[in-house]
């Protein structure tokens, strides 16, 4: 007999998410000793807790930590099977994370096709850093992420690769012709937060030649990045695809990268099995490679 219902994993993960069991007891429509009991119950029958008090919250320990991810998917693949034998089709969410340059310049193609194909689907996109992504992705918080080079695998996930970008260095106009990073020590870094992979192509390459930048400018938009190189904030990397869609991107000067760090490839990295949903998406990236 088993000691692990849907059940309880549905007010486990309502919890988790919640933070706390008045809160989870809301959103069930139950109250909360109720929830209460029946966490204590799975955790006896688990016979390991899986909460601990933080304050007035309580937050997952680490077996807490390894079954929410277990409970999103088994979770999740209930709710497709269900919606597949009810509805004849898979409905459900798809929850896809995304850097910022293919988000605006990438998907919109692919993600319009795929609405149009299987508008069952709801999609939600999240956009943020490389590192960020795959954190999320290993948590099960997304279902898949697009994430850009360099980046390290990790256990339990997998990857494809999506598209090419060719990346850029942009200065204002008055930088001379750059021909080795060696021109650009001393300057200031314009880039995205700790965790982004075109931040550590632009720190890579300083170290090539043992410089460094003299700062970083952390900015969270391509037309922000843009507008304060122009301005003389400093240097950037940055998709050449982005660039050319960027508003004012004609006030900056580009330079060429070397050959071995101007090509990047951005992957789709996934955890576990493919979801029905994510399978159907992945049936339109090879129209788009580029």
Not at 145 to 171: C, D, H, K, N, W
Not at 233 to 241: I, L, M, Q
């Amino acid at each position: 007999m088993r000691i692990i219902t849907l059940e309880d994993l549905a007010i486990f993960r309502c919890v988790a998410q919640e933070g706390g069991v008045l809160r989870a007891a809301e959103r069930l429509n139950r109250v909360p000793s109720n929830v209460s009991t029946r966490i204590k119950q799975f955790e006896k029958r688990l016979g390991t807790p899986l909460f601990r008090r933080q304050g007035r919250n309580i937050v997952l320990t680490a077996s807490g930590s390894n079954l929410f991810g277990h409970a999103e998917r088994l979770l999740r693949m209930a709710d497709e099977v269900e919606q597949e034998l009810i509805h004849g089709s898979v409905r459900g969410a798809l929850k896809l994370g995304s850097l910022e340059s293919a988000a605006s310049v990438r998907l919109p193609s692919i993600l319009a096709a795929f609405h149009n194909k299987f508008p069952e689907t709801q999609v939600e996109l999240r956009t943020g850093t490389t590192a960020s992504l795959l954190d999320q992705v290993e948590s099960v918080e997304l279902d898949a992420a697009f994430v850009s080079q360099p980046f390290e695998i990790r256990g339990g996930l997998s990857s494809m690769a999506a598209f090419q970008e060719e990346l850029t260095l942009i200065t204002s106009k008055e930088v001379p012709d750059v021909r080795e990073v060696g021109q650009l020590n001393g300057l200031s870094a314009v880039a995205f937060p700790h965790g982004c992979s075109y931040r550590r192509v632009l720190v890579d390459w300083f170290a090539t030649s043992g410089a460094s930048p003299s700062r970083f400018l952390d900015l969270s938009s391509y037309h922000a990045i843009v507008a304060c190189v122009a301005a003389g904030a400093g240097v950037a990397v940055v998709p050449a695809s982005v660039l050319d869609s960027v508003a004012g991107s004609g006030a900056v000067k580009r330079h060429v990268l070397p050959w071995e760090i101007r090509d990047n490839t951005t992957h789709l990295v996934w955890a576990g099995e493919l979801s029905p949903p994510l399978k159907n998406m992945m049936t339109f990236l090879p129209k788009l490679l580029k």
